[in-house]
């Protein structure tokens, strides 16, 4: 069965990277967008990823211009926003697609192992997030309300 450390992913620098390399992490996966509604969320994504990346957590970012084109910019510009205006320091990947022909695999992936409402696949907004346990496993979706402080309790579980 495939898992999540089966894909590779392009770093927003521009270097493939298989996600073998956080095999044994617990991973959330997020789609992102710099100029939408929940874009102060990478404040808090940042908080966790500082309070729990020593005990094995990583943040993987994935921007996406999909939704109201929130984030039209290149991976460079979304990249120095992400530092200079919330201190992201977990990894960012390159601007993809995750709905449609054209969706990134690993989205493929995780919408088909965690659908959402009603059993619907398609991402609906920016700032999805999927859990994934130590094992590569899809443990569940959150929605972009879902703040990461009011998920913070599932990854503790994970990493416990």
Not at 9 to 25: C, S
Not at 72 to 82: A, K, L, T, V, Y
Not at 133 to 145: E, H, L, S, T, Y
């Amino acid at each position: 069965m495939t898992n999540v450390y089966d894909f590779n992913a392009v770093t927003i620098q521009g270097k493939e990277r298989p996600l073998a390399e956080f095999k044994g992490k617990v991973l959330l996966v997020v789609n992102t967008a710099s100029k939408c509604g929940f874009t102060p969320q990478f404040k808090g994504l940042e908080k966790l990823y500082e309070s729990y990346k020593d005990k094995g957590l990583e943040i993987l970012g994935f921007p996406c211009n999909q939704f109201g084109k929130q984030d039209p910019g290149s991976n460079d510009q979304i990249n120095e926003f992400c530092e200079l205006n919330y201190g992201v320091s977990f990894n960012m990947f390159e601007k993809v697609d995750v709905n449609g022909d054209d969706a990134h695999p690993l989205f493929k992936h995780l919408k088909a192992q965690a659908p959402g409402l009603l059993g619907t696949e398609a991402i609906k907004w920016n700032f999805t997030k999927f859990l994934v346990d130590q094992n590569g496993k899809v443990v569940k979706r959150f929605a972009p309300k879902d703040t990461p402080a009011k998920i913070e309790s599932e990854i503790r579980k994970l990493l416990a």
